[in-house]
């Protein structure tokens, strides 16, 4: 199973970025989705996921109205928007997978894959 995470770069505030997550090694309709991301001397944070069972998405209240999650099954994408970037949303990106989670998983931990990161910097 592999998780190639990609899109990050360098942003303005107020600017926008669009990260993807391809995957390959399963079918994603049966995993929940999930974006997490690390900044420099900082825990690793949940930041959005979407369950299998009712494609429902939940985020950090630190992004809420800012980001969108979505997936595309048929593709095998995982995607995350962005918009309204802040200086404080500098981190690298990591997409995960995982198959326990499949009625919760906001803020959840049993994540069984994981991608290698994208880095994302807001300049102010």
């Known amino acids: 199973v592999q998780l190639q995470a990609s899109g990050g770069g360098l942003v303005q505030a107020g600017g926008s970025l669009r990260l993807s997550c391809v995957v390959s090694g399963l079918t994603l309709d049966g995993y929940a989705v999930g974006w997490f991301r690390q900044a420099p001397g900082k825990k690793r944070e949940w930041v959005s996921c979407i369950t299998p069972f009712d494609n429902s998405a939940d985020y950090a209240g630190s992004v809420t109205g800012r980001f969108t999650i979505s997936k595309d099954n048929a593709k095998n994408i995982v995607s995350l928007q962005m918009n309204s970037l802040k200086p404080e949303d500098t981190a690298t990106y990591y997409c995960?997978?995982?198959?326990?989670?499949?009625?919760?998983?906001?803020?959840?931990?049993?994540?069984?894959?994981w991608g290698q990161g994208t880095l994302v910097t807001v300049s102010s």
């Open positions: 995960a997978a995982s198959v326990e989670l499949q009625y919760l998983c906001a803020g959840q931990d049993m994540w069984d894959y």
